[in-house]
């Protein structure tokens, strides 16, 4: 069960230019919605559902048991930086990033460093959010951005980021294997991936 606030914790600072990390990490801490800072603007993500928590297991197991490069492995629950603007972040549902990471005193890795990034479509994200997430990814340079969208069954697969956008896109439905291009040189199948129940979709 879900704890509730403590009424007499200290509410979270107002935002303000130059304190949005500050506030995203004490929201984090009162509510334990997942926040994150893209493009300058504080982004609230709920807590996931069943279902997008079951596509991220399934997809970390898949990643996992098909064998990743050496050195790289995933990771969950892992914020990347932009490059030159650490209060500028993303909290991925999965990540490939080197094994090092595992050594790290820090929270924040470097986008560089990410191999992959992944986002489970959350029911209630809008169009909008979606576009920011692929833009902030780009800017990032971060080489593969795949987007599961659980919403309709369907993927999305961006690479070879430049000048703040991807250059190759490729759409896919599930049952539809993800070919992840080189250096991870990996399939992902998609056809177990559990898509939302109706009331989840409207």
């Known amino acids: 069960m879900a704890e509730k606030p403590d009424a007499d914790a200290e509410p979270p600072p107002r935002p303000r230019s130059g304190n949005l990390r500050e506030v995203a990490e004490r929201i984090e801490e009162l509510t334990g919605l997942r926040a994150q800072i893209m493009g300058g603007k504080l982004v609230m993500s709920p807590t996931p559902r069943g279902k997008h928590a079951g596509v991220i297991r399934r997809l970390r197991r898949q990643l996992e048991t098909v064998g990743l490069p050496d050195g790289l492995d995933t990771y969950e629950v892992s914020s990347i930086g932009l490059p030159d603007d650490p209060d500028d972040y993303v909290t991925p549902d999965l990540v490939v990033l080197p094994t090092e990471w595992e050594e790290d005193d820090g929270w924040l890795a470097s986008a560089e460093d990410a191999a992959l990034a992944v986002e489970v479509i959350s029911a209630s994200e809008k169009s909008r959010e979606i576009r920011d997430k692929a833009d902030w990814y780009a800017v990032a340079r971060v ?43 990996v399939d992902i199948a998609t056809e177990e991936l559990p898509a939302y129940g109706e009331e989840q979709r409207r």
């Open 143 to 185: 080489p593969v951005f795949l987007v599961i969208d659980p919403r309709n069954g369907t993927w999305a697969l961006r690479t070879r980021p430049d000048k703040g956008a991807y250059r190759d896109a490729l759409a896919g439905k599930f049952g539809e294997v993800v070919h992840l291009p080189q250096p991870l040189g």
